[in-house]
Each structure stands twice: as C-alpha cells, then as structure tokens.
C-alpha cells in the first residue's frame, strides 16, 4: 500500500470552503478506497493519501489541476504495511484556535502513522499563522 504526504499552497484568491472540500473529499475517497488526513489552516493544505497506487495517483493528479492549490511539494512517498489512518478525517484550525486544540486534534488523528508523519502534522500545527 503507498501513502504520499504532500503540502500546498492555497492560491491567492481562490475560495475555499472547508467544509465543502471536506464534503467533497470523503465522498471521492470512499468511493477509491483511499484513507488519509486533510490538515487545512487557512492557508495551507498538507495531506497524507493512502490507497493502492492507482487511486493515490489519480487522487493527486485530481488534486494538481485543481485551481485552489498551488506550489505542491511531496513530502514523503513510501509504501506502508498496513493503513496508518482509519476513515477519511479533516483537521481544520479556527482563525483564533488555539494550538493545543489544533495539536492535540492531530495527536488523535496520527496516532498509528509512523513517527515521521506524527511530526510532520505536528509541526504543521504548530506554526502560528496570522489570521
């Protein structure tokens, strides 16, 4: 099974919805059998997709022609034993959230993911945006 974990940009301009991508997302990935978490701050996306190598390339060249996202960059690309993640999750930081709500969300939400990817979310909601 390969998981790629990848983090982007939200294009100046673009609207995003997160509740309508989030909407959008677990009805598509459900339907390809891909699992994964979706951490949005606003600004960024940074993602981990899970599935069989068809489906994770086809959901990230979906995710390339889309409009809203912008200098992607693929953090890690590896084949796993088994699923790190269970259903399809959204993590979201608030404007005003504070961090430990963020933090302590992806502790939860990356608990069987490898010690690497554990710190990439976690890095990644640690870092103070202006809102």
């Known amino acids: 099974m390969r998981q790629l974990v990848y983090i982007s940009t939200v294009r100046s301009g673009a609207p995003v919805e997160a509740d309508a991508i989030l909407a959008a997302s677990r009805r598509n990935n459900a339907r390809a ?3 994964g978490l979706l951490f949005f701050d ?3 996306f ?3 997709l899970e599935g069989d190598d068809a489906v994770v390339d086809a959901t990230y060249a979906r ?3 889309d409009p809203r996202h912008h200098a992607l960059v693929v953090l890690s690309d590896r084949n796993v034993e ?3 993640f269970g259903p399809w999750a959204m993590a979201y930081r608030a404007p005003g959230e504070d961090d430990g709500a963020s933090l302590a969300r992806i502790e939860l939400l ?3 993911a490898s010690a690497t990817v554990q710190a990439t979310f976690a890095s990644f909601a640690r870092i103070k945006r202006a809102a």
């Open 33 to 35: 059998n891909v699992t």
């Open 42 to 44: 606003g600004k960024r």
């Open 46 to 48: 940074l993602q981990a």
């Open 63 to 65: 995710i390339q022609a």
């Open 82 to 84: 088994e699923r790190s």
């Open 110 to 112: 990356t608990a069987n």
